[in-house]
């Protein structure tokens, strides 16, 4: 068999147009399409990695906001309770000075109550004794008791001190010159001129004396020289009992 070199120039050239009608129409195309679809994928990742990165960045975003707002709502809470334990503490520490202002005001109340409540007691035992005493003066009193306590306030005229002396006399001529003289019991002469010269040596010599009758005196005298009075009987003594035993004394 022989070779037909020009059947086979013919093949040759005829494929040499096959290859480059198939690289001119068909592979170029085909490698700028796959060209194309490479670039529109490179592309498509290179976007798909944007977005994640985004993602990722809004994601951390995301978290530190959630927890700065963590942190901010633990800070607004322990704020929050640290106020209201300041005036939870505010308001016991309000209520706890009430208590003691109101503490201190009943004591203070019942301390006074207590008071009146002793100075009643001793109202009531002072006018008890007191009665109980003028009820047994009343009894005992006679006009020997009566004359003993002439002699005691004659006595006690003669110990009177010089400035007390002189605020008599100042009384008894202011008084004109005269003393008003009750007794529990009528004074005899004697009685009367005993103490009628003890007042003149005690306040002035021409003094002169108006003398009556009390017989709620119970026993003993009362002497009156203007503003100076001298309690010489029992029942100025138990007053006097009794509002000293009222007062504590």
Excluded: H
């Excluded at 939870?88 to 005001?105: V, Y």
């Excluded at 008084?175 to 005899?188: I, K, Q, T």
């Amino acid at each position: 068999m022989q070779l037909d070199w020009v059947s086979f120039a013919l093949q040759i050239v005829n494929f040499l147009a096959l290859v480059w009608i198939l690289q001119r129409f068909l592979y170029r195309p085909v490698l700028q399409t796959i060209a194309r679809r490479r670039a529109a994928i490179e592309k498509t990742l290179a976007d798909a990695g944007a977005r994640q990165t985004q993602a990722e960045a809004l994601e951390r975003q995301y978290r530190d906001r959630l927890a700065a707002w963590e942190r901010e709502k633990a800070d607004l809470r322990a704020a929050a309770l640290a106020r209201l334990e300041g005036e939870r503490a505010q308001r016991m520490a309000a209520l706890q000075q009430a208590l003691d202002g109101e503490r201190e005001k009943r004591s203070v109340v019942e301390e006074r109550q207590r008071r009146e409540q002793q100075r009643r007691l001793a109202e009531e035992a002072a006018a008890q004794g007191a009665r109980f005493a003028a009820r047994l003066l009343a009894r005992v009193a006679a006009p020997e008791v009566e004359a003993r306590l002439v002699g005691m306030a004659c006595e006690d005229l003669a110990a009177l001190p010089d400035a007390q002396r002189e605020a008599i006399g100042a009384a008894c001529r202011e008084a004109g010159g005269r003393a008003r003289v009750a007794s529990a019991f009528r004074l005899g002469e004697a009685a009367r001129r005993a103490l009628v010269e003890r007042l003149r040596a005690v306040v002035q010599p021409d003094l002169e004396a108006d003398f009556e009758q009390d017989a709620g005196l119970v026993a003993g005298l009362r002497i009156a020289i203007g503003s100076w009075v001298l309690r010489a009987n029992v029942r100025d003594e138990l007053v006097y009992f009794a509002e000293g035993a009222a007062r504590g004394e």
